[in-house]
């Protein structure tokens, strides 16, 4: 059963502290996305790429955040230095590039900066 | 880019009853009407969707129909049962077509007994 895959799946931090998460999409898969979920603003696109190449990161922060992803086979999302205000559920999804397609996602890391 | 508003934030029906969920978008281009479900601890998982081409579309006791005139569109459960309860989300392409969804902001499910 082909599935996203994220590590940590839960993860408590100090401010200040540099906090990375990784997804592994699904095998075959050349869009990756990273959303991030808050009770205040929902579920927000933050960053995507297709077949590795960054194609929009105009939803997150730039000051700490940065999105890489070194391989097909995996999708890293770091932020430097945390705050409390990044406390959320980190999800990453993948699927086939273009409109229309269906996007699959993992089961998200949950964030909580102190 | 594309507006998602969802209605209502919170439902409550009694098990067997059906639940109606409804969405608006903004963007006339958009084609592809995807609904999620999500469990408490879980990441959002696909349930049903709809593409532009179709007024509705069913799935056992999920159903999805779609307005393109009027920009909305509708889930619909019949005979909920307690596993239904979760927080469901709409979708919308993010921009015309281009890639990544907008989502509407979840609407919680509850099933009373």
């Known amino acids: 059963d082909a599935r996203v895959t994220q590590t940590p799946r839960h993860k408590v931090t100090e401010m200040g502290q540099e906090v990375t998460m990784r997804c592994q999409p699904i095998?075959?898969?050349?869009?990756v996305f990273w959303y991030r979920q808050t009770m205040m603003q929902g579920l927000e696109l933050l960053a995507y790429?297709?077949?590795?190449?960054?194609?929009?990161d105009s939803g997150m922060p730039k000051d700490r955040f940065s999105a890489e992803m070194p391989d097909a086979t995996l999708a890293t999302l770091k932020i430097q230095p945390s705050e409390p205000r990044d406390s959320a559920v980190y999800f990453c999804?993948?699927?086939?590039?273009?409109?229309?397609?269906?996007?699959?996602f993992g089961e998200g890391s949950w964030l909580t900066v102190v | 880019g594309e507006n998602v508003e969802q209605h209502p934030s919170t439902l409550s029906v009694q098990e067997g009853d059906s639940a109606v969920i409804k969405c608006t978008y903004s963007d006339s281009a958009s084609n592809y009407f995807p609904w999620y479900k999500q469990e408490l601890g879980k990441g959002p998982q696909l349930i049903i969707d709809?593409?532009?081409?179709?007024g509705e579309k069913k799935d056992q006791r999920i159903a999805v129909t779609l307005n393109k005139t009027a920009k909305h569109f509708s889930l619909h459960i019949t005979e909920t049962q307690p596993e239904d309860s979760a927080v469901y989300f709409c979708?919308?392409?993010?921009?015309?077509?281009?890639?990544?969804?907008?989502f509407g902001k979840g609407t919680h499910l509850i099933i009373q007994p």
């Open positions: 709809i593409r532009s081409n179709v």
């Open positions: 095998l075959g898969h050349n869009t």
């Open positions: 999804a993948s699927g086939f590039g273009g409109s229309g397609n269906t996007i699959y």
């Open positions: 790429f297709r077949n590795r190449a960054p194609l929009d």
């Open positions: 979708a919308a392409p993010t921009r015309g077509g281009a890639d990544g969804l907008t």
